[in-house]
């Protein structure tokens, strides 16, 4: 028939050449050509796992290390957080102790006033020649 007629020669390692519509080339017929093509197959296959196993290996590093920095991370917002908590117990405390020193500094500033208000005037204790010679 004239389309089985192929301008391409098939391979001369195939033993019983076949055109494949599929691949649009000729493959092998024989059982042993098909042995050869599951042989080939066979060692794609366990090529593949040994990729797939290396991946693996390369995900569970990834994932290693994931955990890792999760970890680092949970401490460091563990002391963050300490942290904060530290400055807010010492901002309060620094509050009080200025609220009491503003509290203390409005009774002196009471107590001065009013004694300044009820203060009698200082008298010279001086003799009257010596208060004299200065003027």
Same mark, same amino acid.
């Given at each position: 028939? $004239? /389309?089985?007629?192929?301008?391409?020669? $098939?391979?001369?390692?195939? %033993?019983?050449?076949? /055109?494949?519509?599929?691949?649009?080339? /000729?493959?092998e017929n024989s059982k042993?050509?098909?042995?050869?093509?599951?042989?080939?197959? #066979? %060692?794609?296959?366990?090529? =593949?796992?040994?990729?797939? !196993?290396?991946?693996?290996?390369?995900?569970? +590093?990834?994932?290693?290390?994931?955990?890792?920095?999760?970890?680092?991370?949970?401490?460091?917002? +563990?002391?963050?957080?300490?942290?904060? +908590?530290?400055?807010?117990?010492q901002t309060q405390n #620094?509050?009080?102790? =200025?609220?009491?020193?503003? +509290?203390?500094? !409005?009774?002196? #500033?009471?107590?001065?006033? !009013?004694?300044?208000?009820?203060? @009698? $005037?200082? #008298?010279? @204790?001086? $003799?009257?020649?010596?208060? @004299?010679?200065?003027?």
């Amino acid at each position: 028939l $004239p /389309w089985h007629w192929h301008i391409e020669k $098939p391979d001369d390692s195939l %033993k019983d050449p076949v /055109w494949d519509l599929k691949v649009n080339g /000729w493959v092998e017929n024989s059982k042993d050509g098909q042995a050869a093509i599951l042989q080939e197959a #066979t %060692k794609k296959l366990e090529e =593949l796992d040994k990729k797939s !196993a290396e991946l693996d290996q390369a995900n569970d +590093k990834v994932d290693q290390a994931i955990k890792s920095m999760q970890e680092v991370q949970a401490q460091s917002s +563990k002391q963050n957080l300490a942290l904060m +908590k530290s400055f807010t117990e010492q901002t309060q405390n #620094t509050n009080e102790i =200025l609220g009491t020193m503003q +509290k203390t500094l !409005a009774m002196v #500033t009471k107590a001065v006033g !009013a004694n300044s208000n009820n203060a @009698t $005037p200082a #008298t010279d @204790t001086k $003799p009257a020649d010596q208060a @004299t010679d200065k003027q």
